[in-house]
């Protein structure tokens, strides 16, 4: 864990660098407060809780402190579908719709799940090519519903602990199969392995890694792997933990913390345990972001994983660690007097962004941005009248009253403005010789 900071620092921001251009610059600041991260900080969330009017405070705290979400139970093929042919897609739909419109991004959990007693009661008894055709069928219907909406699947969950499709359809090959069959039908949808058991115990380690090299060797459209993280003690070794992340990302594959859950009733040692994994895996460059298997002691799978309580939803411990490292630690606040035609360097954390330019304490102009890994260059621009009249950046220019967003439309209102002044100064000759 002691070069976990440094590796923060060097993967998970990225520079900008601010200059001031102009006469006679007196007493102008420029402020930098990230909205939101680039990183995914996550949640599952239940359909009883989220999107309901009598729970309104939960499903805004999700959309104050997560970025990104998944429905817990009702994309599941039993949450969708409990009764043949009766399925019924309103609420997944309607949370969908208001995860969008506030900027959450989403992941769909799960397309098939083979372990048996999540199977669909009704699937039982269909012959091999009856059950393919059911699969295939329910891969369109799903996508039909959802096309467009969900980044990720996680396709077959559980494969290494239940193999009911492969068994039951005679076919070795299923789990690949449905990694093609939704790739064809959404190809820009990122395609995962979700077991448990990989990271908190080495029991598949190696396993899970050795299925993931399989389906890119056989061109089998995999993007991701997902590791629950489910953690039922705090006595965890970091050592360990990183040497198992650094065994599956010889995948060569994006690795995310897909349940993230401590069960611990002592909430200080939950505290601990909790602060530590986030900042492992936010620090590890394979682990490409990281879901909570839920945070309300209302809305729970096992009572003591718990980081938030009561109807105000409270922080104990373990959840006020969560809020400070990603909230606070790991969010970038900045305060920055600047002095005319001189460039200053800052490296902050990868996200959203509102700029305030300041003149004597009050806002003259603000600008929303988002940074990436290439950073950003950014350029003030003063008149003589000590009015900040212009800001550039990467894709930001403004000339004249007008906003503009690229370069060849900075070029044209150029060319306009020149061809303004040159008609000016044309008429003014011409008036003198007249007159």
Request: with cysteine.
């Amino acid at each position: 864990m002691q070069h976990a900071k440094s590796r923060i620092n060097n993967i998970r921001k990225a520079p900008i660098s601010f200059r001031i251009e102009g006469e006679d610059i007196q007493e102008v600041e420029v402020e930098l407060m990230q909205q939101r991260s680039a990183y995914p900080f996550g949640t599952a969330i239940k359909l009883d809780k989220f999107n309901v009017p009598e729970n309104q405070f939960f499903t805004d705290f999700v959309l104050k402190h997560f970025n990104w979400a998944v429905i817990a139970n009702k994309l599941k093929w039993y949450g969708i579908e409990r009764i043949q042919d009766k399925s019924d897609y309103t609420s997944v739909l309607a949370a969908l719709d208001v995860l969008e419109t506030n900027g959450i991004k989403s992941r769909g959990h799960n397309m098939f799940w083979g372990v048996e007693k999540f199977v669909n009661s009704w699937l039982y008894g269909m012959s091999p090519s009856e059950l393919v055709t059911e699969l295939q069928s329910h891969v369109t219907e799903v996508i039909n519903n959802t096309k467009g909406r969900l980044l990720h699947w996680d396709v077959n969950n559980e494969n290494l602990h239940g193999d009911w499709y492969e068994r039951n359809t005679t076919d070795p090959d299923i789990t690949p199969k449905m990694f093609q069959w939704i790739h064809a039908q959404e190809p820009d949808t990122q395609l995962f392995l979700n077991d448990y058991s990989a990271i908190p115990q080495p029991s598949i380690t190696t396993a899970l890694k050795n299925q993931a090299e399989r389906f890119r060797q056989n061109n089998i459209p995999i993007h991701g792997i997902g590791v629950q993280s489910h953690f039922y003690t705090t006595d965890i070794d970091m050592d360990v933990i990183k040497y198992r992340i650094d065994k599956l990302a010889e995948a060569g594959l994006d690795i995310w913390a897909t349940e993230l859950t401590v069960d611990e009733a002592d909430d200080v040692k939950k505290a601990d345990a909790l602060g530590n994994l986030l900042t492992m895996y936010f620090s590890h460059p394979s682990v490409g972001g990281v879901i909570l298997w839920h945070f309300w002691n209302e809305s729970l799978w096992h009572p003591n994983e718990n980081l938030f309580d009561g109807p105000d939803i409270k922080p104990n411990a373990a959840g006020q660690r969560f809020m400070d490292l990603v909230h606070g630690e790991w969010r970038s606040r900045i305060t920055k007097s600047l002095e005319a035609f001189t460039t200053y360097n800052v490296t902050v954390f990868k996200g959203d962004y509102v700029m305030n330019v300041k003149r004597n304490g009050q806002v003259v102009l603000q600008r929303n941005f988002t940074l990436d890994s290439t950073g950003k260059d950014i350029t003030i621009y003063a008149d003589d009248s000590q009015s900040i009249s212009n800001v550039v950046m990467e894709q930001w220019y403004s000339y004249g009253g007008q906003c503009v967003d690229s370069a060849s439309t900075r070029v044209s209102v150029m060319l306009q403005s020149v061809l303004m002044y040159i008609c000016i100064i044309s008429v003014s000759v011409f008036l003198s010789v007249e007159g």
